[in-house]
Structure formats: structure tokens, C-alpha cells
């Protein structure tokens, strides 16, 4: 369970700085901000679903 706090915390850390990319219009670091933040809740959400799937 830990392990998803922190990745869900991550992933919200790194769409805020792709906030503030975007208020300075620096693209290039706004794309990868972007894909880091969708990976590290992409990755909370699948540890969440095997957590689910291995306490049934």
C-alpha cells in the first residue's frame, strides 16, 4: 500500500510541474513532465489493482 501513496504522489508532483511548464511555455519539459506524471499513476493504479486482485 505504501508503494501506491508514494507513486500517486509522485505522479501529482509531476503534473504540477507540468503546470508550471506550462505558465512559462517551456514545451519541451511540459511533454516530459507530462509523460512521467501519467507513467507514475499508471503504475499506482496497476499496483492497486494487484493488491485488489491478490486479497481476494
Same mark, same amino acid.
Given at each position: 500500500?505504501?508503494?501506491f501513496?508514494?507513486? &500517486?504522489?509522485? %505522479?501529482?508532483?509531476?503534473?504540477?510541474? !507540468?503546470?508550471?511548464?506550462?505558465?512559462?511555455?517551456?514545451?519541451?519539459?511540459?511533454i516530459?513532465? &507530462?509523460?512521467? %506524471?501519467?507513467?507514475f499513476?499508471?503504475? !499506482?493504479?496497476t499496483?492497486?489493482?494487484?493488491?485488489?486482485?491478490?486479497?481476494?
Amino acid at each position: 500500500m505504501r508503494h501506491f501513496y508514494i507513486r &500517486l504522489i509522485m %505522479g501529482v508532483i509531476w503534473v504540477i510541474a !507540468a503546470a508550471v511548464s506550462l505558465l512559462t511555455m517551456n514545451i519541451p519539459c511540459l511533454i516530459l513532465y &507530462l509523460v512521467l %506524471g501519467i507513467r507514475f499513476f499508471h503504475s !499506482a493504479i496497476t499496483i492497486r489493482e494487484k493488491e485488489k486482485n491478490e486479497g481476494k
